[in-house]
Nanobody
Framework: QVQLVESGGGLVQAGGSLRLSCAAS????????MSWYRQVPGKQRELVAR???????DNADSVKGRFTISRDNAKNTVYLQMNSLKPEDTAVYYC????????WGQGTQVTVSS
């Protein structure tokens, strides 16, 4: 059974930092591209950052210079370090595992107060 479990969300003031984690089980983690998405009510889920199985990364323009995605294959975990947070970063953050087919986590709420 595949599971992706996000953690690390919460309430933070603007300018603060959070680190999200997504622990995977039931998959060969190192073979999967991993991504973080976010969604606010009434809007489509949007890609925040991606890291390939080979370690290449890409970020959405809205978070470049502030967010960093990384992975630890030994721990089957992908991270999203979020710095200089803004109120517009408020969303539910989801991790996704991709290798032809996709798996999603249940999401973790991030709220940034002004």
């Amino acid at each position: 059974q595949v599971q992706l479990v996000e953690s690390g969300g919460g309430l933070v003031q603007a300018g603060g930092s959070l680190r999200l984690s997504c622990a995977a089980s039931g998959i060969t983690f190192s073979a999967y591209d991993m991504s973080w998405y976010r969604q606010v009510p009434g809007k489509q889920r949007e890609l925040v950052a991606r890291i390939t199985s080979g370690g290449s990364t890409d970020n959405a323009d809205s978070v470049k210079g502030r967010f960093t995605i990384s992975r630890d294959n030994a721990k089957n975990t992908v991270y999203l370090q979020m710095n200089s947070l803004k109120p517009e970063d408020t969303a539910v953050y989801y991790c996704r595992a991709e290798m032809g087919y996709n798996y999603w986590g249940q999401g973790t709420q991030v709220t940034v107060s002004s």
